[in-house]
């Protein structure tokens, strides 16, 4: 009778509950024995605090389908945007008691994560880290040259690099990564989520319209996200300013709130701008706002390490606008075909690859036809199909090192011995 293999056992630690890694969660849940750390608990708050501008909780289950686990955060303050904010000197003592075959950290940023890749290393648990830094992230260049010989110290220990994107992949091999311990867990939303709600909405779109304060007709572009400065919306305000001075029949949507709303509100009455700023639209919300609009722009600066808003976005149908900085601008954004990207806080780049999508609406649309069918293999389940081949391959690996350790021993204990009876 053929003994059924246990399942491959694996934790996660990440700083917090995250939507957009619930779904990712999930699917790796139907393919391991998983268990999900979370180093704080962030509250309405915090939220608010994270630049959000508004105190909510998200209105999408992100604890439901999976195993997990809220950490004793002993940090004096709580924070997961903060390297002292999250605090857990109990994961040494879980990753010893649960005997996971691997361990997969979101990156390095706060003691929590340090924490468990010393504890990792004591124990001899394969390590693997799933992150989306990148090289256009905005850093001194004193940093940059203090934290370069450090990073090559610690970052090729990892066992396996599950890699989100190619600007991600870049950064790791800068720092010693080696090519073939890197595994392909591109970062994925809940496509179908998005697109049929996005579907359903847009069968009424001259009402979603007007419930946002914009003209049935005419090309409405969008800004989703934070109102603080990394995202830089003034950027998106200057390129609508400029287009719709010239043509007539372009308004914009502003979805997001934060500490720059003030300014970007007064801006827009003072010129009498078409642009309506919706504020923050929880998750179950977005999909309106995507299906009002015809394309996405995000402005952002290297702290934009990847942009999962274009994800939603192409998911619903939607042409994406970026600038180079942005780290999804490599795998998502391909010129006259998913969209466009310009140059950095360049209001007239950015103006100029808009005005031929605001022009011509069959190109739009084209481009929108294909931004779906892009983002079709940018899907969940293919995270975690190459999770799922990362743990196998360290698990087998360490098994690997382990027999050769113990048969070196066993020859060396037999010419001991052999030494001996001379």
């Given at each position: 009778m053929t003994a059924i293999a246990a399942p491959l056992r694996v934790g996660i630690l990440a700083t917090h509950p995250i939507q957009y890694y619930?779904?990712?969660?999930?699917?790796?849940?139907?393919?391991?024995?998983?268990?999900?750390?979370?180093s704080h608990r962030q509250t309405p708050e915090g939220q608010a605090r994270a630049g959000f501008g508004v105190e909510f909780d998200w209105d999408v289950p992100v604890l439901d389908g999976y195993r997990h686990t809220f950490l004793r955060n002993v940090a004096r303050r709580p924070d997961v945007g903060a390297f002292w904010g999250c605090n857990t000197p109990d994961v040494g003592r879980i990753i010893a008691a649960r005997r996971f075959d691997a361990v997969i950290v979101h990156g390095w940023a706060t003691l929590s994560y340090w924490q468990a890749m010393i504890a990792c290393w004591r124990t001899g648990t394969p390590l693997i880290v799933r992150g989306d830094s990148t090289l256009a992230m905005p850093r001194p260049g004193w940093w940059r040259a203090l934290k370069a010989p450090a990073f090559r110290l610690f970052i090729p220990r990892f066992d396996a690099y599950l890699v989100v994107g190619a600007r991600a992949k870049e950064y790791l091999t800068h720092y010693g990564a080696r090519d073939d311990r890197c595994f392909d867990a591109p970062h994925a939303v809940d496509n179908a989520f998005f697109a049929e709600r996005a579907d359903r909405l847009r069968e009424d779109r001259a009402g979603l319209r007007r419930a946002f304060g914009l003209p049935e007709d005419g090309v409405v572009l969008l800004f989703a996200g934070r109102l603080v400065d990394m995202k830089q919306p003034m950027t998106f305000v200057e390129a609508v300013a400029g287009l719709t001075a010239r043509h007539r029949g372009v308004a914009a949507l502003v979805a997001g709130d934060g500490p720059l709303r003030a300014a970007l509100e007064a801006r827009v009455a003072r010129e009498a701008l078409p642009i309506r700023v919706a504020g923050f639209l929880n998750q179950t919300e977005m999909a309106r706002a995507y299906a009002a609009a015809d394309v996405l722009v995000l402005p952002s600066d290297?702290?934009?390490t990847w942009g999962l808003v274009v994800n939603e976005a192409m998911a619903c149908g939607l042409p994406a606008v970026v600038s180079d900085r942005v780290g999804c601008a490599a795998d998502l954004v391909r010129a006259d075909e998913t969209g466009a990207v310009f140059r950095f806080g360049s209001v007239s780049d950015l103006t100029r690859r808009l005005e031929p999508i605001v022009l011509d609406a069959s190109y739009r649309d084209r481009l929108g036809r294909q931004a779906r069918a892009h983002i079709a293999r940018w899907d969940v389940s293919i995270a975690a199909a190459g999770t799922v081949q990362a743990v196998r391959v360290v698990r087998a690996r360490r098994a690997g090192e382990a027999s050769r350790s113990s048969g070196a021993e066993v020859t060396a204990h037999q010419a001991a011995r052999g030494r001996s009876s001379r």
């Open positions: 619930a779904p990712w969660y999930r699917a790796l849940d139907r393919l391991l024995d998983l268990e999900v750390l979370f290297g702290r934009e």
